[in-house]
Protein backbone atom coordinates (compact mmCIF):
# COMPACT_ATOMS: atom_id res chain seq x y z
CA UNK A 1 0.00 0.00 0.00
CA UNK A 2 3.01 2.88 1.13
CA UNK A 3 4.60 1.47 -1.95
CA UNK A 4 1.96 2.34 -4.44
CA UNK A 5 1.31 6.08 -2.95
CA UNK A 6 5.28 6.40 -3.36
CA UNK A 7 4.74 5.73 -7.12
CA UNK A 8 1.91 8.61 -7.38
CA UNK A 9 2.31 11.83 -9.43
CA UNK A 10 0.20 14.18 -7.57
CA UNK A 11 1.28 17.27 -9.32
CA UNK A 12 0.27 15.86 -12.60
CA UNK A 13 -2.93 14.79 -11.83
CA UNK A 14 -4.06 18.28 -9.96
CA UNK A 15 -2.73 19.59 -13.48
CA UNK A 16 -5.33 17.27 -15.27
CA UNK A 17 -8.10 17.78 -13.14
CA UNK A 18 -7.62 21.60 -13.23
CA UNK A 19 -7.59 21.46 -17.18
CA UNK A 20 -11.06 19.30 -17.17
CA UNK A 21 -12.15 21.96 -14.60
CA UNK A 22 -11.36 24.93 -16.99
CA UNK A 23 -12.58 22.86 -20.06
CA UNK A 24 -16.05 22.06 -18.15
CA UNK A 25 -16.24 25.34 -16.94
CA UNK A 26 -15.58 26.38 -21.09
CA UNK A 27 -18.49 24.71 -22.14
CA UNK A 28 -21.25 25.91 -19.83
CA UNK A 29 -20.23 29.46 -19.90
CA UNK A 30 -20.35 28.88 -23.93
CA UNK A 31 -23.53 27.18 -23.46
CA UNK A 32 -24.78 29.95 -21.40
CA UNK A 33 -23.82 32.57 -23.92
CA UNK A 34 -25.85 31.28 -26.97
CA UNK A 35 -28.86 30.72 -24.51
CA UNK A 36 -28.30 34.49 -23.64
CA UNK A 37 -28.60 34.99 -26.98
CA UNK A 38 -31.06 33.17 -28.07
CA UNK A 39 -33.05 34.99 -25.26
CA UNK A 40 -31.93 38.41 -26.62
CA UNK A 41 -33.47 37.19 -29.86
CA UNK A 42 -36.60 36.17 -28.70
CA UNK A 43 -37.30 38.81 -26.10
CA UNK A 44 -35.72 41.81 -27.78
CA UNK A 45 -34.65 41.23 -32.02
CA UNK A 46 -37.74 39.37 -32.51
CA UNK A 47 -40.12 40.33 -30.02
CA UNK A 48 -42.74 42.37 -31.60
CA UNK A 49 -42.86 39.31 -34.41
CA UNK A 50 -43.35 36.44 -32.35
CA UNK A 51 -45.45 38.27 -30.09
CA UNK A 52 -47.60 38.70 -33.07
CA UNK A 53 -47.69 35.04 -33.61
CA UNK A 54 -48.52 34.13 -30.13
CA UNK A 55 -51.42 36.32 -29.75
CA UNK A 56 -52.65 34.83 -32.96
CA UNK A 57 -51.81 31.01 -31.71
CA UNK A 58 -53.58 31.80 -28.32
CA UNK A 59 -56.83 33.97 -29.17
CA UNK A 60 -58.76 32.80 -31.93
CA UNK A 61 -62.31 34.50 -32.92
CA UNK A 62 -64.85 31.76 -33.32
CA UNK A 63 -68.51 31.60 -35.04
CA UNK A 64 -70.98 29.91 -33.62
CA UNK A 65 -73.75 29.20 -35.99
CA UNK A 66 -77.17 29.41 -34.62
CA UNK A 67 -79.62 26.56 -34.00
CA UNK A 68 -82.22 26.13 -37.16
CA UNK A 69 -86.01 27.01 -36.54
CA UNK A 70 -88.03 23.99 -36.11
CA UNK A 71 -91.58 23.53 -39.12
CA UNK A 72 -94.57 22.38 -37.90
CA UNK A 73 -97.71 21.88 -39.21
CA UNK A 74 -100.99 23.82 -37.94
CA UNK A 75 -101.63 20.85 -35.27
CA UNK A 76 -98.03 20.88 -33.65
CA UNK A 77 -96.81 18.11 -35.48
CA UNK A 78 -93.19 19.05 -36.17
CA UNK A 79 -92.15 18.52 -39.98
CA UNK A 80 -88.69 19.35 -39.66
CA UNK A 81 -85.94 19.30 -36.66
CA UNK A 82 -82.62 18.98 -35.59
CA UNK A 83 -80.32 16.24 -34.10
CA UNK A 84 -76.84 16.36 -32.95
CA UNK A 85 -74.23 15.01 -35.39
CA UNK A 86 -70.26 15.37 -35.37
CA UNK A 87 -68.07 16.59 -38.52
CA UNK A 88 -64.85 16.79 -39.24
CA UNK A 89 -63.11 20.11 -39.80
CA UNK A 90 -59.64 21.21 -41.10
CA UNK A 91 -57.82 24.71 -40.83
CA UNK A 92 -55.51 24.92 -43.69
CA UNK A 93 -52.83 27.63 -42.02
CA UNK A 94 -52.87 25.22 -39.51
CA UNK A 95 -52.67 21.81 -40.90
CA UNK A 96 -49.34 22.38 -43.16
CA UNK A 97 -49.94 21.13 -46.37
CA UNK A 98 -53.33 20.03 -46.75
CA UNK A 99 -53.28 16.93 -49.63
CA UNK A 100 -50.82 15.05 -47.22
CA UNK A 101 -53.00 15.82 -43.99
CA UNK A 102 -56.32 14.55 -46.18
CA UNK A 103 -54.45 11.75 -47.16
CA UNK A 104 -53.19 10.72 -43.67
CA UNK A 105 -57.46 11.29 -42.52
CA UNK A 106 -58.27 9.25 -45.12
CA UNK A 107 -56.37 6.15 -43.73
CA UNK A 108 -58.70 6.49 -40.64
CA UNK A 109 -61.73 7.79 -41.28
CA UNK A 110 -63.64 7.07 -45.25
CA UNK A 111 -64.31 9.78 -47.21
CA UNK A 112 -65.38 9.83 -50.82
CA UNK A 113 -64.28 11.58 -53.59
CA UNK A 114 -67.80 13.84 -53.28
CA UNK A 115 -66.71 14.60 -49.63
CA UNK A 116 -62.67 15.95 -51.13
CA UNK A 117 -64.35 17.78 -54.17
CA UNK A 118 -66.67 19.77 -51.89
CA UNK A 119 -63.31 20.83 -49.30
CA UNK A 120 -61.87 21.83 -52.60
CA UNK A 121 -64.42 23.91 -53.68
CA UNK A 122 -64.91 25.74 -49.94
CA UNK A 123 -60.98 25.83 -49.96
CA UNK A 124 -60.91 27.52 -52.77
CA UNK A 125 -63.53 30.17 -51.63
CA UNK A 126 -62.72 30.41 -47.66
CA UNK A 127 -59.42 32.32 -45.81
CA UNK A 128 -56.51 29.84 -45.07
CA UNK A 129 -57.62 30.50 -40.82
CA UNK A 130 -61.74 29.39 -41.67
CA UNK A 131 -62.34 25.93 -40.50
CA UNK A 132 -63.56 24.21 -43.11
CA UNK A 133 -65.86 21.06 -43.39
CA UNK A 134 -64.67 18.11 -44.99
CA UNK A 135 -66.80 15.20 -43.22
CA UNK A 136 -69.88 15.32 -41.75
CA UNK A 137 -72.24 13.16 -40.19
CA UNK A 138 -69.39 11.21 -38.33
CA UNK A 139 -70.33 7.81 -36.67
CA UNK A 140 -68.96 6.79 -33.06
CA UNK A 141 -66.45 4.88 -34.52
CA UNK A 142 -64.98 7.68 -36.63
CA UNK A 143 -65.07 10.05 -33.38
CA UNK A 144 -63.27 7.39 -31.73
CA UNK A 145 -60.80 6.57 -33.73
CA UNK A 146 -60.00 10.05 -34.95
CA UNK A 147 -59.51 11.08 -31.14
CA UNK A 148 -56.64 8.30 -30.63
CA UNK A 149 -54.84 9.77 -33.48
CA UNK A 150 -55.70 13.44 -32.79
CA UNK A 151 -52.19 15.06 -31.92
CA UNK A 152 -50.90 13.69 -34.86
CA UNK A 153 -53.29 15.88 -37.06
CA UNK A 154 -52.67 19.99 -36.09
CA UNK A 155 -55.13 22.02 -37.78
CA UNK A 156 -57.62 19.30 -37.29
CA UNK A 157 -60.58 18.62 -35.60
CA UNK A 158 -64.04 17.34 -34.70
CA UNK A 159 -67.09 19.50 -34.26
CA UNK A 160 -70.37 19.45 -32.62
CA UNK A 161 -73.16 21.03 -34.62
CA UNK A 162 -77.07 20.44 -34.75
CA UNK A 163 -77.97 19.02 -38.45
CA UNK A 164 -81.15 19.31 -40.29
CA UNK A 165 -83.67 16.50 -40.32
CA UNK A 166 -87.17 15.05 -41.61
CA UNK A 167 -88.50 12.39 -38.99
CA UNK A 168 -90.90 11.72 -41.59
CA UNK A 169 -88.84 11.00 -44.31
CA UNK A 170 -90.49 12.12 -47.46
CA UNK A 171 -93.71 12.95 -46.12
CA UNK A 172 -94.57 16.79 -47.63
CA UNK A 173 -91.36 16.86 -48.87
CA UNK A 174 -92.14 18.59 -51.74
CA UNK A 175 -93.82 21.30 -49.18
CA UNK A 176 -91.01 21.36 -47.04
CA UNK A 177 -88.06 21.70 -49.53
CA UNK A 178 -84.60 20.94 -47.35
CA UNK A 179 -81.72 22.46 -46.71
CA UNK A 180 -78.13 21.99 -48.66
CA UNK A 181 -74.96 22.72 -48.71
CA UNK A 182 -74.29 26.69 -49.33
CA UNK A 183 -72.72 26.66 -53.11
CA UNK A 184 -71.05 29.73 -54.54
CA UNK A 185 -73.34 31.69 -56.35
CA UNK A 186 -75.55 31.41 -53.16
CA UNK A 187 -72.76 33.18 -51.36
CA UNK A 188 -72.20 35.70 -53.87
CA UNK A 189 -75.68 37.15 -52.22
CA UNK A 190 -75.33 36.37 -48.95
CA UNK A 191 -74.37 38.90 -45.66
CA UNK A 192 -71.25 36.48 -45.02
CA UNK A 193 -71.13 37.72 -41.68
CA UNK A 194 -74.47 36.25 -40.99
CA UNK A 195 -73.40 32.64 -42.48
CA UNK A 196 -70.17 32.48 -40.61
CA UNK A 197 -69.87 28.64 -39.22
CA UNK A 198 -72.83 27.71 -40.80
CA UNK A 199 -72.84 25.48 -43.99
CA UNK A 200 -76.49 24.62 -45.01
CA UNK A 201 -79.06 26.85 -46.50
CA UNK A 202 -82.61 26.20 -47.39
CA UNK A 203 -82.60 25.29 -51.08
CA UNK A 204 -86.41 24.68 -52.08
CA UNK A 205 -90.09 24.94 -50.78
CA UNK A 206 -90.46 26.21 -46.78
CA UNK A 207 -86.99 26.28 -45.93
CA UNK A 208 -86.03 28.45 -48.62
CA UNK A 209 -89.53 30.53 -48.30
CA UNK A 210 -88.40 31.11 -45.01
CA UNK A 211 -84.72 30.82 -44.80
CA UNK A 212 -84.34 34.19 -42.76
CA UNK A 213 -86.60 33.42 -40.27
CA UNK A 214 -85.60 29.64 -40.19
CA UNK A 215 -82.00 30.83 -39.77
CA UNK A 216 -80.85 32.90 -37.19
CA UNK A 217 -77.91 35.24 -36.33
CA UNK A 218 -74.66 33.36 -35.82
CA UNK A 219 -72.76 34.73 -32.72
CA UNK A 220 -69.11 34.43 -31.89
CA UNK A 221 -66.23 33.95 -29.40
CA UNK A 222 -62.99 35.02 -28.13
CA UNK A 223 -61.34 31.82 -26.61
CA UNK A 224 -57.85 30.55 -25.82
CA UNK A 225 -56.51 27.61 -27.25
CA UNK A 226 -53.01 25.42 -26.42
CA UNK A 227 -50.57 23.98 -29.57
CA UNK A 228 -53.03 21.11 -29.86
CA UNK A 229 -55.84 23.62 -30.88
CA UNK A 230 -57.96 22.60 -27.51
CA UNK A 231 -60.10 25.25 -26.26
CA UNK A 232 -58.33 26.25 -22.66
CA UNK A 233 -61.01 29.14 -21.93
CA UNK A 234 -63.38 31.85 -23.30
CA UNK A 235 -62.60 35.13 -22.93
CA UNK A 236 -65.92 36.68 -24.34
CA UNK A 237 -68.67 35.60 -26.04
CA UNK A 238 -72.23 36.54 -27.93
CA UNK A 239 -74.39 34.06 -28.22
CA UNK A 240 -76.18 33.04 -31.67
CA UNK A 241 -79.67 33.79 -31.70
CA UNK A 242 -81.69 30.74 -33.00
CA UNK A 243 -83.86 30.47 -35.99
CA UNK A 244 -87.88 31.25 -35.09
CA UNK A 245 -90.19 27.68 -35.08
CA UNK A 246 -92.34 27.91 -38.54
CA UNK A 247 -95.78 26.85 -37.98
CA UNK A 248 -97.09 25.94 -41.53
CA UNK A 249 -101.12 25.92 -42.44
CA UNK A 250 -100.61 22.16 -43.57
CA UNK A 251 -102.84 19.63 -41.22
CA UNK A 252 -100.77 16.72 -41.27
CA UNK A 253 -103.43 14.02 -40.91
CA UNK A 254 -105.10 15.49 -44.19
CA UNK A 255 -101.75 15.40 -46.09
CA UNK A 256 -101.10 11.68 -45.09
CA UNK A 257 -104.44 10.75 -47.05
CA UNK A 258 -103.75 13.17 -49.94
CA UNK A 259 -100.27 11.23 -49.89
CA UNK A 260 -101.39 7.13 -49.83
CA UNK A 261 -104.10 8.07 -52.14
CA UNK A 262 -102.08 9.15 -54.97
CA UNK A 263 -99.45 6.35 -54.27
CA UNK A 264 -98.55 4.40 -57.48
CA UNK A 265 -99.74 7.42 -59.39
CA UNK A 266 -97.74 10.75 -60.78
CA UNK A 267 -99.59 13.83 -59.70
CA UNK A 268 -101.17 16.40 -57.29
CA UNK A 269 -103.54 17.33 -54.98
CA UNK A 270 -103.73 20.83 -53.56
CA UNK A 271 -106.32 21.46 -50.69
CA UNK A 272 -107.49 25.03 -49.36
CA UNK A 273 -109.80 26.66 -46.99
CA UNK A 274 -111.57 29.01 -49.20
CA UNK A 275 -112.53 31.21 -46.34
CA UNK A 276 -108.35 32.23 -45.31
CA UNK A 277 -106.69 30.87 -48.47
CA UNK A 278 -104.67 28.56 -46.10
CA UNK A 279 -103.04 25.33 -47.85
CA UNK A 280 -104.22 21.99 -46.26
CA UNK A 281 -102.74 19.83 -47.97
CA UNK A 282 -100.01 19.73 -50.84
CA UNK A 283 -99.43 16.62 -52.39
CA UNK A 284 -96.97 16.30 -55.58
CA UNK A 285 -95.88 12.51 -55.49
CA UNK A 286 -93.72 11.00 -56.06
CA UNK A 287 -91.65 12.59 -53.63
CA UNK A 288 -88.52 12.12 -52.22
CA UNK A 289 -86.62 11.74 -48.79
CA UNK A 290 -84.98 15.54 -48.32
CA UNK A 291 -82.53 13.90 -45.56
CA UNK A 292 -80.29 12.50 -48.59
CA UNK A 293 -79.97 16.50 -49.63
CA UNK A 294 -78.75 17.95 -46.02
CA UNK A 295 -74.69 17.02 -46.52
CA UNK A 296 -74.73 17.23 -49.73
CA UNK A 297 -75.71 14.23 -52.50
CA UNK A 298 -73.35 12.78 -55.24
CA UNK A 299 -73.88 13.92 -58.54
CA UNK A 300 -74.47 9.79 -59.65
CA UNK A 301 -77.45 9.87 -56.56
CA UNK A 302 -78.85 12.96 -57.88
CA UNK A 303 -78.46 12.04 -61.88
CA UNK A 304 -80.26 9.14 -60.76
CA UNK A 305 -83.04 10.51 -59.57
CA UNK A 306 -83.11 13.19 -62.47
CA UNK A 307 -83.60 10.56 -64.98
CA UNK A 308 -86.34 8.68 -63.16
CA UNK A 309 -88.88 8.56 -65.34
CA UNK A 310 -91.40 9.15 -62.77
CA UNK A 311 -89.31 12.30 -61.97
CA UNK A 312 -89.74 12.35 -57.93
CA UNK A 313 -87.99 16.08 -57.87
CA UNK A 314 -90.73 17.80 -59.78
CA UNK A 315 -92.83 19.88 -57.61
CA UNK A 316 -96.06 19.46 -59.94
CA UNK A 317 -98.13 20.99 -57.46
CA UNK A 318 -96.45 24.44 -58.49
CA UNK A 319 -94.51 23.56 -60.96
CA UNK A 320 -96.44 21.55 -62.93
CA UNK A 321 -98.91 23.25 -66.21
CA UNK A 322 -102.11 21.22 -67.73
CA UNK A 323 -104.94 21.37 -69.06
CA UNK A 324 -107.62 21.91 -66.89
CA UNK A 325 -110.22 20.14 -69.68
CA UNK A 326 -113.70 20.22 -68.18
CA UNK A 327 -112.96 21.78 -65.04
CA UNK A 328 -112.69 25.56 -66.53
CA UNK A 329 -116.63 24.66 -67.49
CA UNK A 330 -117.54 26.57 -64.40
CA UNK A 331 -115.63 30.04 -65.29
CA UNK A 332 -116.85 29.14 -68.91
CA UNK A 333 -120.28 29.27 -67.82
CA UNK A 334 -119.79 32.20 -64.95
CA UNK A 335 -118.17 34.85 -67.94
CA UNK A 336 -121.23 33.59 -70.33
CA UNK A 337 -123.57 34.83 -67.76
CA UNK A 338 -121.85 37.75 -66.93
CA UNK A 339 -121.70 39.24 -70.51
CA UNK A 340 -125.28 37.79 -71.06
CA UNK A 341 -124.21 35.52 -73.58
CA UNK A 342 -126.14 32.42 -72.33
CA UNK A 343 -128.77 32.24 -69.57
CA UNK A 344 -129.59 29.21 -67.27
CA UNK A 345 -132.89 29.08 -69.62
CA UNK A 346 -130.75 29.00 -72.38
CA UNK A 347 -131.26 25.84 -74.44
CA UNK A 348 -129.19 24.43 -77.22
CA UNK A 349 -129.56 21.13 -78.94
CA UNK A 350 -126.20 19.65 -78.34
CA UNK A 351 -125.26 16.66 -80.89
CA UNK A 352 -122.58 14.84 -81.18
CA UNK A 353 -120.33 17.69 -82.40
CA UNK A 354 -119.83 20.99 -83.35
CA UNK A 355 -119.43 22.92 -86.19
CA UNK A 356 -118.10 27.03 -87.18
CA UNK A 357 -120.55 28.77 -89.63
CA UNK A 358 -118.91 28.05 -92.83
CA UNK A 359 -116.52 25.67 -92.00
CA UNK A 360 -116.41 21.85 -92.12
CA UNK A 361 -113.96 20.66 -89.44
CA UNK A 362 -116.06 18.83 -86.38
CA UNK A 363 -115.48 19.50 -82.70
CA UNK A 364 -116.39 16.49 -81.44
CA UNK A 365 -118.19 16.13 -77.93
CA UNK A 366 -116.49 13.01 -75.63
CA UNK A 367 -120.46 11.63 -75.82
CA UNK A 368 -120.92 9.45 -79.22
CA UNK A 369 -124.43 10.54 -79.83
CA UNK A 370 -124.72 13.85 -77.79
CA UNK A 371 -126.31 15.66 -75.19
CA UNK A 372 -129.70 16.80 -77.28
CA UNK A 373 -131.35 19.47 -75.69
CA UNK A 374 -129.10 21.09 -72.71
CA UNK A 375 -129.26 24.33 -70.77
CA UNK A 376 -126.13 25.68 -68.83
CA UNK A 377 -126.74 23.49 -65.53
CA UNK A 378 -127.16 20.40 -67.38
CA UNK A 379 -124.36 21.07 -69.58
CA UNK A 380 -122.41 21.58 -66.45
CA UNK A 381 -123.71 18.54 -65.05
CA UNK A 382 -122.78 15.98 -68.14
CA UNK A 383 -119.75 18.18 -68.46
CA UNK A 384 -121.48 18.77 -72.25
CA UNK A 385 -118.69 19.20 -75.02
CA UNK A 386 -120.64 21.01 -77.40
CA UNK A 387 -122.82 23.61 -75.02
CA UNK A 388 -119.48 25.07 -74.56
CA UNK A 389 -118.08 24.90 -77.61
CA UNK A 390 -120.97 27.21 -78.66
CA UNK A 391 -120.87 29.13 -75.78
CA UNK A 392 -116.96 29.81 -76.12
CA UNK A 393 -117.76 30.87 -79.78
CA UNK A 394 -120.28 33.56 -78.45
CA UNK A 395 -117.77 34.75 -76.10
CA UNK A 396 -114.71 35.06 -78.64
CA UNK A 397 -111.33 34.58 -76.83
CA UNK A 398 -111.03 38.35 -75.53
CA UNK A 399 -114.05 38.19 -73.37
CA UNK A 400 -112.70 34.66 -72.32
CA UNK A 401 -109.21 36.02 -71.28
CA UNK A 402 -110.49 39.04 -69.71
CA UNK A 403 -113.24 37.57 -67.31
CA UNK A 404 -110.68 33.82 -66.71
CA UNK A 405 -107.78 36.57 -65.46
CA UNK A 406 -109.66 38.11 -62.39
CA UNK A 407 -109.45 34.68 -60.68
CA UNK A 408 -105.56 34.12 -61.59
CA UNK A 409 -104.84 32.22 -64.62
CA UNK A 410 -102.10 32.98 -66.24
CA UNK A 411 -99.95 34.01 -63.09
CA UNK A 412 -99.06 32.78 -60.10
CA UNK A 413 -101.04 33.16 -57.34
CA UNK A 414 -98.63 35.33 -55.27
CA UNK A 415 -98.10 32.18 -52.51
CA UNK A 416 -95.15 32.38 -50.11
CA UNK A 417 -93.41 29.72 -51.72
CA UNK A 418 -90.80 29.49 -54.54
CA UNK A 419 -91.27 28.23 -58.31
CA UNK A 420 -94.74 29.03 -59.14
CA UNK A 421 -95.26 28.14 -62.54
CA UNK A 422 -97.67 30.96 -64.02
CA UNK A 423 -99.59 28.32 -66.81
CA UNK A 424 -101.13 29.87 -69.63
CA UNK A 425 -103.94 31.48 -70.53
CA UNK A 426 -104.40 32.09 -74.33
CA UNK A 427 -105.14 35.69 -75.97
CA UNK A 428 -104.87 36.79 -79.43
CA UNK A 429 -101.77 39.01 -78.56
CA UNK A 430 -100.41 35.94 -76.27
CA UNK A 431 -99.78 33.95 -79.64
CA UNK A 432 -98.83 36.86 -81.58
CA UNK A 433 -96.23 37.02 -79.40
CA UNK A 434 -95.09 33.79 -78.02
CA UNK A 435 -95.98 31.96 -81.66
CA UNK A 436 -95.98 35.21 -84.10
CA UNK A 437 -99.46 34.17 -85.81
CA UNK A 438 -102.98 35.55 -85.72
CA UNK A 439 -105.48 33.81 -83.48
CA UNK A 440 -108.10 31.58 -84.85
CA UNK A 441 -111.72 31.29 -84.10
CA UNK A 442 -111.59 27.07 -83.62
CA UNK A 443 -108.65 27.78 -81.12
CA UNK A 444 -111.31 29.63 -79.20
CA UNK A 445 -113.67 26.96 -79.20
CA UNK A 446 -111.17 24.66 -77.75
CA UNK A 447 -110.55 27.25 -75.08
CA UNK A 448 -114.17 26.19 -73.95
CA UNK A 449 -113.37 22.65 -72.91
CA UNK A 450 -109.98 23.98 -71.20
CA UNK A 451 -107.74 22.30 -74.37
CA UNK A 452 -105.54 23.73 -76.58
CA UNK A 453 -103.26 26.69 -75.17
CA UNK A 454 -104.22 26.66 -71.83
CA UNK A 455 -102.60 25.49 -69.11
CA UNK A 456 -102.94 25.87 -65.75
CA UNK A 457 -101.49 24.62 -61.82
CA UNK A 458 -102.98 21.87 -59.68
CA UNK A 459 -102.44 24.61 -57.27
CA UNK A 460 -104.39 27.82 -60.00
CA UNK A 461 -107.25 24.86 -59.74
CA UNK A 462 -107.68 24.76 -55.85
CA UNK A 463 -107.71 28.72 -55.86
CA UNK A 464 -110.34 29.38 -58.68
CA UNK A 465 -112.34 26.31 -57.00
CA UNK A 466 -112.02 28.90 -53.55
CA UNK A 467 -112.56 31.70 -55.56
CA UNK A 468 -116.20 29.89 -56.87
CA UNK A 469 -116.98 28.05 -53.32
CA UNK A 470 -116.45 32.11 -51.75
CA UNK A 471 -119.07 33.62 -54.15
CA UNK A 472 -116.15 36.08 -55.72
CA UNK A 473 -113.74 36.82 -52.52
CA UNK A 474 -110.43 35.57 -52.77
CA UNK A 475 -107.28 35.06 -50.21
CA UNK A 476 -103.55 35.23 -51.52
CA UNK A 477 -102.83 30.97 -50.56
CA UNK A 478 -100.27 30.48 -48.13
CA UNK A 479 -98.67 28.19 -46.15
CA UNK A 480 -97.64 30.74 -43.21
CA UNK A 481 -99.80 29.93 -40.16
CA UNK A 482 -97.31 31.99 -37.71
CA UNK A 483 -93.77 32.21 -36.19
CA UNK A 484 -92.58 31.52 -32.67
CA UNK A 485 -89.09 33.61 -31.31
CA UNK A 486 -87.15 30.64 -29.35
CA UNK A 487 -86.01 33.25 -27.26
CA UNK A 488 -89.26 34.83 -25.71
CA UNK A 489 -91.84 32.32 -26.97
CA UNK A 490 -93.68 35.06 -28.55
CA UNK A 491 -96.34 33.40 -31.01
CA UNK A 492 -96.39 35.41 -33.57
CA UNK A 493 -100.03 34.45 -36.05
CA UNK A 494 -100.12 35.59 -39.76
CA UNK A 495 -103.80 37.27 -40.21
CA UNK A 496 -104.98 36.17 -43.75
CA UNK A 497 -104.60 38.59 -46.76
CA UNK A 498 -107.19 39.50 -48.58
CA UNK A 499 -107.50 39.95 -52.70
CA UNK A 500 -109.48 41.85 -54.85
CA UNK A 501 -112.79 40.11 -54.91
CA UNK A 502 -114.76 39.37 -57.82
CA UNK A 503 -118.12 40.89 -58.20
CA UNK A 504 -120.54 39.44 -60.44
CA UNK A 505 -123.55 41.53 -62.03
CA UNK A 506 -125.85 39.53 -60.30
CA UNK A 507 -124.85 37.12 -57.29
CA UNK A 508 -127.75 34.81 -58.52
CA UNK A 509 -124.67 33.66 -61.04
CA UNK A 510 -122.71 32.54 -57.65
CA UNK A 511 -125.53 30.19 -56.94
CA UNK A 512 -126.49 29.28 -60.94
CA UNK A 513 -122.89 27.55 -61.50
CA UNK A 514 -122.55 26.42 -58.00
CA UNK A 515 -126.28 24.55 -57.84
CA UNK A 516 -124.81 22.83 -61.35
CA UNK A 517 -121.57 21.81 -59.35
CA UNK A 518 -123.65 19.86 -56.98
CA UNK A 519 -125.06 18.00 -59.56
CA UNK A 520 -122.46 16.88 -60.75
CA UNK A 521 -121.76 14.87 -57.41
CA UNK A 522 -125.58 13.97 -56.95
CA UNK A 523 -128.01 14.22 -59.94
CA UNK A 524 -128.69 11.43 -61.41
CA UNK A 525 -126.97 11.77 -64.65
CA UNK A 526 -123.78 13.35 -62.79
CA UNK A 527 -120.35 12.69 -64.21
CA UNK A 528 -119.48 12.13 -60.06
CA UNK A 529 -122.33 10.74 -59.17
CA UNK A 530 -120.91 7.27 -58.60
CA UNK A 531 -118.19 8.71 -56.15
CA UNK A 532 -120.48 11.01 -54.38
CA UNK A 533 -123.88 9.16 -53.58
CA UNK A 534 -123.29 7.76 -50.59
CA UNK A 535 -121.79 11.22 -48.96
CA UNK A 536 -122.93 12.34 -45.87
CA UNK A 537 -122.74 16.00 -46.56
CA UNK A 538 -122.99 18.29 -49.63
CA UNK A 539 -120.31 19.35 -51.80
CA UNK A 540 -119.93 20.27 -55.26
CA UNK A 541 -117.22 19.41 -57.90
CA UNK A 542 -116.15 19.27 -62.00
CA UNK A 543 -115.00 16.48 -63.37
CA UNK A 544 -112.01 17.08 -66.27
CA UNK A 545 -110.41 15.10 -68.54
CA UNK A 546 -107.95 16.68 -70.12
CA UNK A 547 -106.02 15.50 -73.97
CA UNK A 548 -102.64 15.10 -74.16
CA UNK A 549 -102.57 14.39 -77.60
CA UNK A 550 -104.90 14.96 -80.48
CA UNK A 551 -106.83 12.00 -81.20
CA UNK A 552 -109.36 13.93 -83.89
CA UNK A 553 -108.08 11.28 -86.89
CA UNK A 554 -109.18 8.60 -84.36
CA UNK A 555 -112.70 7.55 -84.80
CA UNK A 556 -112.36 5.05 -81.70
CA UNK A 557 -109.75 4.06 -79.51
CA UNK A 558 -109.46 1.51 -76.38
CA UNK A 559 -107.37 3.24 -74.01
CA UNK A 560 -105.49 -0.32 -72.70
CA UNK A 561 -104.11 0.18 -75.84
CA UNK A 562 -102.60 3.34 -76.08
CA UNK A 563 -99.00 3.83 -74.47
CA UNK A 564 -99.14 5.59 -70.75
CA UNK A 565 -97.88 8.77 -71.65
CA UNK A 566 -99.97 9.34 -74.49
CA UNK A 567 -103.77 8.89 -71.85
CA UNK A 568 -105.40 11.40 -70.97
CA UNK A 569 -104.74 13.27 -67.99
CA UNK A 570 -107.30 12.62 -65.04
CA UNK A 571 -109.10 16.01 -63.10
CA UNK A 572 -111.41 17.18 -60.06
CA UNK A 573 -112.21 20.26 -58.47
CA UNK A 574 -114.41 20.37 -55.74
CA UNK A 575 -115.91 22.21 -52.23
CA UNK A 576 -117.76 21.14 -49.34
CA UNK A 577 -119.58 22.47 -47.37
CA UNK A 578 -122.04 24.28 -49.65
CA UNK A 579 -122.56 27.21 -47.25
CA UNK A 580 -119.21 28.40 -45.38
CA UNK A 581 -116.88 26.07 -47.15
CA UNK A 582 -114.10 24.62 -45.50
CA UNK A 583 -111.92 22.83 -47.41
CA UNK A 584 -111.62 23.34 -51.51
CA UNK A 585 -109.68 20.29 -53.66
CA UNK A 586 -108.01 20.05 -57.06
CA UNK A 587 -106.61 16.69 -57.94
CA UNK A 588 -104.38 15.90 -61.22
CA UNK A 589 -103.50 12.28 -61.85
CA UNK A 590 -101.42 12.60 -64.90
CA UNK A 591 -102.45 10.00 -67.08
CA UNK A 592 -104.80 8.71 -65.12
CA UNK A 593 -108.03 8.40 -67.59
CA UNK A 594 -111.55 10.42 -67.07
CA UNK A 595 -111.67 12.32 -63.91
CA UNK A 596 -114.82 10.80 -62.74
CA UNK A 597 -112.91 7.21 -62.73
CA UNK A 598 -109.42 8.55 -60.98
CA UNK A 599 -109.58 11.97 -59.76
CA UNK A 600 -113.30 12.25 -58.13
CA UNK A 601 -112.81 9.09 -55.51
CA UNK A 602 -109.27 10.77 -54.70
CA UNK A 603 -110.55 14.27 -53.99
CA UNK A 604 -113.73 12.60 -52.21
CA UNK A 605 -111.25 10.50 -49.77
CA UNK A 606 -109.41 14.25 -48.79
CA UNK A 607 -112.51 15.92 -48.56
CA UNK A 608 -114.38 12.99 -46.14
CA UNK A 609 -110.68 13.25 -43.82
CA UNK A 610 -111.70 17.17 -43.13
CA UNK A 611 -115.22 17.02 -42.86
CA UNK A 612 -115.93 13.81 -41.24
CA UNK A 613 -112.18 13.08 -39.39
CA UNK A 614 -111.76 10.28 -41.77
CA UNK A 615 -111.74 9.07 -45.10
CA UNK A 616 -115.01 7.42 -46.34
CA UNK A 617 -113.21 4.21 -47.94
Same mark, same amino acid.
Given at each position: ???????????????????????????????????? /????? #???? *????? $?? !?? &?? @?????????????????????????????????????????????????????????????????????????????????????????????????????????????????? /????? #???? *????? $?? !?? &?? @???????????????????????????????????????????????????????????????????????????????????????????????????????????????????????????????????????????????????????????????????????????????????????????????????????????????????????????????????????????????????????????????????????????????????????????????????????????????????????????????????????????????????????????????????????????????????????????????????????????????????????????????????????????
Amino acid at each position: MYQNEAFRDKSKESRLLSSRLVFCIFIALLLFLLLL /FQLAR #LQII *GFEHY $ST !LS &TD @NRIKLTALPPPRGLIYDRNGVILADNFPTYRLEIIPSDSGDVGKTIEKLRNIIAMSDYDIKKFTQALKRKKDFQSIPIKFNLTNEEVAKFSVDRHLFPGVDIVAQLTRNYPKRD /FASHA #LGHV *GRINE $SE !LR &TL @NSSDYQGTNYIGKLGIEKAYEKILHGKTGFQHVEINAQGRVLRVFDKQAPVPGSDVYLTIDSKLQSVAENALQGYEGSIVAMDPLTGDILAFASMPGYDPNIFVHGVSSKVFGGMEQDPRHPLFNRAVGGQYPPGSTIKPLIALAGLEYGTTTPGRTIFAGPYFKLPDQERKYKDWKEEGHGWVNLSKAIIQSCDVYFYDLAHRLGINRIHNFLSQFGLGKTTLIDFPGEATGILPSREWKKKTIGTIWFPGETVITGIGQGYMLTTPLQLAAVTSVIAAKGQRFRPRFLLGSENRINDILKIQKPIELTRISLESEKNWDNVIEAMIGVNFASNGTARRTWQDAKYNAAGKTGTAQVVSLDNIESYEKENLSKHLRDHSLFIGFAPIKEPKIAVAVVIEHGGTGSERAAPIAKKVIDTYILGSADL
